[in-house]
């Protein structure tokens, strides 16, 4: 997915009086959100998987757990949530 972000000059120069790359700050930042993201997931996720007597086996690696429960029907993102 490809996201673009739009900021005015000023913004510009506000963010590169602190900032050695705007871009690399954001790039860091995306990475960062995605890390918190996946931990809370993971961790909201693994005594759901850990009480349903239908889960036979549980991966390790934490992209094929996260394939693993958004495969559920159980399974509703935020905006899914957010619905009700």
Not at 2 to 20: A, F, G, K
Not at 51 to 61: L, Y
Request: aromatic content about 6%; glycine content about 2%.
């Amino acid at each position: 997915m490809d996201i673009t972000v739009t900021i005015s000059d000023i913004d510009v120069t506000v963010l590169e009086n602190d900032l050695l790359s705007i871009n690399d700050w954001v790039q860091a930042s995306v990475v960062g959100k995605i890390s918190n993201c996946k931990k809370r997931m993971i961790n909201e996720w693994r005594p759901k998987l850990f009480a349903d007597p239908a889960v036979e086996s549980i991966p390790a690696n934490d992209n094929d757990f996260i394939t693993l429960v958004v495969a559920r029907d159980d399974y509703k993102n935020r905006a899914k949530r957010e619905e009700g």
